[in-house]
């Protein structure tokens, strides 16, 4: 990168960043001039520049944006090479592709192969279009490289549908990154990373995504001039956050999943609820759980005794509901609900319980259910215990308990 300089006499010189250390004549005065160290200390960060942007592209947003109804806040506009979503992803692309060659194949010895193979062609039409729209409307999101053995990565994103109160997420997952076109990435580098998002949570189909599928962007495109321009449009506030994040995931030992981030210093002050309020909650959202009274038409007595022997032990107020786990072959599992606790017993998580008033939120996705203390400690709950609609009810319930 040339280092910009000036003379003592007003002359102006432009050296390369090889010359640091170094010194020469000014050839106007003769004057010594330094290359001093320090003025490649301090990169100039990079800027975008728009004009590399394909108007096709453009374009093609514009369809994306009308067709769903949506819009990424901050979009991809990536090139993307098949062949290397292909290398780096290759299962997906097996799965179409594959019977296309073997049944034009077959339709050689009989016309009636040519069907299916017209009808995975069209399949496979369709996946590489979703592809490509996941690349140019698709939202750009911090990333950071958690480890290389596994290769694992970090995305920050926000799952708000609407404006209104921040569903910030982290999602840790496996990733490709060896097909990085930049190189071998080092751990903690930053990364961009290329997400589209599905589901609904809360109840509410409006209020937040549930999942979100990012792809960094360096494994899919090699023009360093995309990549870098995707890079700037990060502020120093976007990174921030997604470390500040990192630093409330409990511990180095992550299970690939969606962790949600809260702003601690912000949260409202919770005001306790009467047996009433809850047991008025319980009867609205808890349609697929059990009242406790019902426990003697179904409901396994061996997780209701334990469960009242708990409560009773605590000190605390009478179970009001009762959910039991699907998987009942496991013995007795599932959670109960009383005016002022969340008590649980999972295979997964032990026995325990939560007060209301601990807790920060709660957070739906397509693995389980996570609800987080304000001092940070995580409960999550695998989905394979619940019915969907009994973890959407138990983050809608969580969620009214902490805007108080």
Same mark, same amino acid.
């Given at each position: ?17 090889? =010359? ?20 490649? !200390? ?68 009989? !016309? ?36 290389? !053995?596994?290769?694992?990565?970090? +995305?920050?994103?926000? !799952? ?59 494994? +899919? ?91 009773? =032990? ?45 807790? =920060? ?44």
């Amino acid at each position: 990168m040339p280092i910009q300089l000036s003379c003592r006499c007003g002359k102006q010189y432009r050296v390369p960043d090889s =010359a640091t250390g170094h010194h020469f004549k000014c050839k106007h005065c003769d004057a010594r001039i330094d290359v001093p160290v320090q003025a490649i !200390l301090v990169p100039t960060p990079p800027t975008a520049n728009p004009d590399i942007i394909d108007p096709r592209m453009l374009t093609e947003l514009n369809r994306i944006r009308e067709a769903t109804s949506s819009a990424a806040s901050n979009p991809g506009m990536l090139p993307m090479s098949r062949f290397r979503h292909v290398m780096a992803f290759p299962v997906w692309a097996a799965i179409w592709h594959v019977p296309i060659v073997a049944f034009a194949l077959l339709s050689i010895l009989h !016309l009636a192969f040519i069907l299916p193979a017209i009808l995975f062609s069209a399949g496979a039409y369709l996946y590489w279009r979703r592809i490509r729209f996941k690349f140019i409307g698709g939202c750009a999101n911090p990333g950071m490289v958690l480890s290389l !053995l596994p290769p694992r990565i970090a +995305v920050f994103t926000n !799952l708000k549908k609407r404006p209104g109160s921040d569903w910030n997420v982290i999602k840790v997952m496996s990733h490709p990154l060896r097909r990085m076109s930049t190189g071998r990435p080092s751990i903690g580098q930053r990364v961009v990373a290329i997400a589209d998002y599905a589901g609904s949570g809360a109840g509410d189909p409006q209020s937040h995504w549930i999942d979100f599928y990012p792809v960094v962007a360096d494994i +899919v495109c090699t023009h360093r001039e995309h990549l870098q321009r995707l890079l700037s449009t990060f502020s120093d506030e976007d990174w921030k956050e997604l470390g500040g994040g990192l630093r409330q995931l409990p511990g180095p030992k992550l299970e690939d999943r969606i962790y949600r981030i809260y702003d601690f210093g912000s949260l409202p002050k919770y005001f306790p609820m009467s047996p009433a309020q809850v047991s008025r909650l319980v009867d609205s959202l808890f349609a697929s759980c059990w009242p406790i009274e019902l426990a003697s038409k179904g409901l396994n007595p061996e997780l209701v005794n334990k469960a009242s022997s708990y409560v009773a =032990a605590h000190d605390m107020p009478n179970i009001i509901t009762i959910c039991e786990s699907i998987q009942r072959s496991e013995g007795p599992s599932g959670f109960a609900l009383t005016a002022t606790h969340l008590y649980f017993s999972y295979k997964e998580t032990g026995r325990g319980l939560m007060a209301y008033s601990e807790m =920060a939120g709660a957070l739906t996705t397509v693995a389980g259910i996570e609800i987080t203390t304000r001092v940070g400690a995580r409960l999550f709950i695998p989905d394979r215990h619940f019915l969907r609609q009994s973890t959407v009810s138990l983050e809608a319930f969580v969620t009214e308990l902490t805007d108080g």
